[in-house]
């Protein structure tokens, strides 16, 4: 879990925020229910579900 945990980390850091989300998704998976450092990581997930990647620049042809 912890692996996933930083998983999501460093990929939210890169702006990939769907794939952290996803790797958060795991981590909590793996986390048991009582644990304390699930709701760290809950809150991370949380916080991604209302973001998402930045839209990639237009191409040359598409800026026309």
């Known amino acids: 879990a912890e ?6 980390d460093a990929l939210d850091a890169l702006g990939r925020v ?3 989300r996803k790797a958060y998704e795991a ?7 009582a644990a304390t450092q699930r709701r760290v990581i ?3 997930r949380d916080d991604t579900a ?9 191409t040359t042809a598409e800026k026309g």
């Open 3 to 8: 692996i996933e945990h930083l998983r999501g």
């Open 18 to 20: 769907d794939d952290a």
């Open 27 to 33: 981590a909590l998976a793996a986390t048991d229910v």
């Open 42 to 44: 809950e809150a991370k």
């Open 50 to 58: 209302g973001r998402s990647a930045p839209a990639a620049p237009a």
